[in-house]
């Protein structure tokens, strides 16, 4: 499982190296990010640029992690391949989540 977990000033990157979240590694990237989230103080950016392929274990994962979060703080999905997207469309979570374009160089770390 590929994360690679940045601490910025105004919140925490995490980029998914996989290139397919499915049934195959959903439960083992749910508890991986779990572990991480739970600690967060900040809101959570999670970079999906890598994933090509999400099924319905991948999404019930990420909306696990969502839950594991502080209710105060946000999970926002960055760089949504069409594949992906077309998944939190069709179910309608893309209503649910917030999902932007890829991060800029101005919001990572240096």
Same mark, same amino acid.
């Given at each position: 499982?590929? /994360?690679?977990?940045?601490?910025?000033?105004?919140? #925490?990157?995490?980029? $998914?190296?996989?290139?397919?979240?499915?049934?195959?590694?959903? !439960?083992?990237?749910?508890?991986?990010?779990?572990?991480? $989230?739970?600690? *967060? !103080?900040?809101?959570?950016?999670?970079?999906?640029?890598? $994933?090509?392929?999400?099924?319905?274990?991948?999404?019930?994962?990420?909306?696990?992690?969502?839950?594991?979060? *502080?209710?105060?703080? %946000? #999970?926002? /999905?960055?760089?949504?391949?069409?594949?992906?997207?077309?998944?939190?469309? /069709? !179910?309608?979570?893309?209503? $649910?989540?917030?999902?932007?374009?890829?991060?800029?160089?101005?919001?990572? %770390?240096?």
């Amino acid at each position: 499982m590929q /994360l690679v977990v940045e601490d910025t000033e105004s919140h #925490l990157l995490i980029t $998914v190296g996989e290139t397919r979240i499915d049934a195959a590694i959903a !439960t083992q990237f749910k508890d991986r990010l779990r572990a991480i $989230v739970t600690k *967060a !103080t900040k809101p959570v950016h999670l970079d999906l640029h890598h $994933v090509d392929f999400m099924d319905s274990s991948g999404l019930g994962a990420v909306i696990a992690v969502r839950k594991a979060l *502080a209710e105060r703080l %946000p #999970l926002v /999905l960055h760089a949504v391949t069409p594949n992906v997207e077309r998944v939190f469309r /069709l !179910t309608r979570m893309d209503s $649910v989540f917030d999902i932007r374009p890829a991060i800029s160089q101005e919001e990572t %770390p240096q």
